[in-house]
Nanobody, 126 residues
Framework: QVQLVESGGGLVQAGGSLRLSCAAS????????MGWFLHAPAKEREFVAA????????YYADSAKGRVTVSRDNAKHTVYLQMNSLKPEDTAVYYC???????????????????WGQGTQVTVSS
């Protein structure tokens, strides 16, 4: 079992930055690939970014490339999502997820997520 708790969301003006954190319980954190997803109102959940267990491979959604960086600190059992140049359309609840395997490509990220956090709200004002 892995429990995930996101934090760092909030209200920010367009063009601003936020760093989301996802703290994981359990000593097996380093075995899991980690991903970030967003869920905006009236839309389906979308993939944002993912990182493998050894921090040697990362994936980014096209909408996130150049603005978002995913990273992890296995010693702290935490994964981060640094978001810059935020836009109003980034407004959503952001979730982190853990999975025993990082899929081979972004197209298969729809199946990602053995464990999920409760989410943190990000609101970007124009």
């Amino acid at each position: 079992q892995v429990q995930l708790v996101e934090s760092g969301g909030g209200l920010v003006q367009a063009g601003g930055s936020l760093r989301l954190s996802c703290a994981a319980s359990g000593r097996t954190f380093r075995r899991y690939a980690m991903g970030w997803f967003l869920h905006a109102p009236a839309k389906e959940r979308e993939f944002v970014a993912a990182i493998n267990w050894s921090d040697t491979k990362t994936y980014y959604a096209d909408s996130a490339k150049g603005r978002v960086t995913v990273s992890r600190d296995n010693a702290k059992h935490t994964v981060y999502l640094q978001m810059n140049s935020l836009k109003p359309e980034d407004t959503a609840v952001y979730y982190c997820a853990a999975d025993g395997h990082l899929p081979p490509n972004i197209a298969t990220m729809t199946s990602f997520g053995d464990y999920w956090g409760q989410g943190t709200q990000v609101t970007v004002s124009s």
